[in-house]
């Protein structure tokens, strides 16, 4: 069985995770876009990008998806059990979610149609 100590441990880790996915990715739609071309990339107003960038947001992977693919960033998720020791989390490295730009090469057209799919 998995003490109480173990199960907070693991939901600080997955909140913190969370905190560092939504600053990375807001961090690269600065260097790519305004709120206003995200809104206008994503189909949304420029309040709901400003939503989704608060500190207190908690989007659904959907939207994480869809911001992620206006921005620029492709995002690589990773599932593990975290009740198997050596995992890394026990140890404060928790990066089970990561996000980096994509290849330079991909086709803006490509991208936008993708997205209007996900919507």
Partial sequence: M???GTIEKL????V????RLLRELVAIRKENATQAE??????VSQPTVAAFERYDAN????????YALAAGASID??????????NGWE?????????????REREEKSRWSALKQVS
């Fill in 16 to 19: 913190e995770t969370n905190r």
């Fill in 38 to 43: 995200m809104a206008e990339r994503m189909l």
């Fill in 91 to 103: 140890r404060g490295t928790s990066s089970t979610l990561g996000v980096a730009p994509p290849p």
């Fill in 77 to 86: 998720f990773r599932v593990e059990n975290a009740f198997q020791p050596g």
């Fill in 59 to 66: 989007p659904t992977l959907a939207s994480i998806g869809r």
């Fill in 11 to 14: 939901a600080q880790s997955l």
């Fill in 2 to 4: 998995v003490d109480r």
